[in-house]
């Protein structure tokens, strides 16, 4: 991870629907639109059951030419809504069986060089900058107790770090959504 960045993902609903076309759906956070047409969907959908299908088997599952697929997955990578194509690893077969999140307090106006401190450490998945009594929520995964001790001593000897509180992952009930829930929920249809 060289670029690392903090991003705290918002989502506003919209209220009335009249202005959008019925084949298009309007998704929006505070800063940004993107208007998606039903097809930008439906190879969303696809591609988030299988990253690696290619232009020719979406053309036929969606009943389009490979060209528009392509067309339209490309205007999605353009735009920014696909960013990469991707895996999905089992962490536990690789011994990975600890999962923390930790809470952590940064002296004030430390967020810079915590980034600076926190990006070298490969065990941490996942860092949000939230609005809370923390500064930060941090997605660990670890081997073993050592390691997560390793990791806790190491974070508070950062400088810009005030306090932690750890919390213990007993056992992972849900763990990422799939993308024709989100869609189907946003319509309303579920």
Avoid: C, W
């Avoid at 009335?16 to 998704?27: E, G, R, V």
């Amino acid at each position: 991870m060289n670029d690392f960045s903090f991003s705290v993902f918002q989502t506003s609903i919209i209220q009335n629907f009249s202005h959008i076309p019925k084949k298009s759906i309007m998704i929006t956070d505070d800063s940004s639109a993107t208007k998606l047409e039903e097809l930008d969907l439906d190879i969303l959908k696809i591609y988030s059951e299988d990253g690696r299908i290619s232009y020719r088997k979406l053309s036929e599952k969606l009943g389009k030419s490979p060209l528009t697929i392509k067309k339209h997955v490309k205007k999605l990578e353009n735009e920014g809504i696909i960013e990469d194509y991707g895996i999905n690893i089992n962490y536990e077969k690789l011994g990975y069986n600890i999962i923390a999140f930790i809470e952590v307090i940064l002296h004030k106006g430390n967020m810079s060089e915590f980034k600076k401190e926190i990006n070298l450490h490969p065990n941490i998945f996942a860092v949000y900058h939230i609005a809370d009594n923390y500064d930060a929520l941090l997605l660990a995964k670890l081997r073993s107790r050592d390691e997560l001790h390793e990791l806790l001593r190491s974070i508070s000897e950062f400088k810009s770090v005030m306090r932690t509180n750890t919390h213990f992952v007993l056992n992972v009930v849900k763990e990422g959504t799939d993308f024709t829930d989100l869609i189907d929920n946003f319509n309303g249809t579920r």
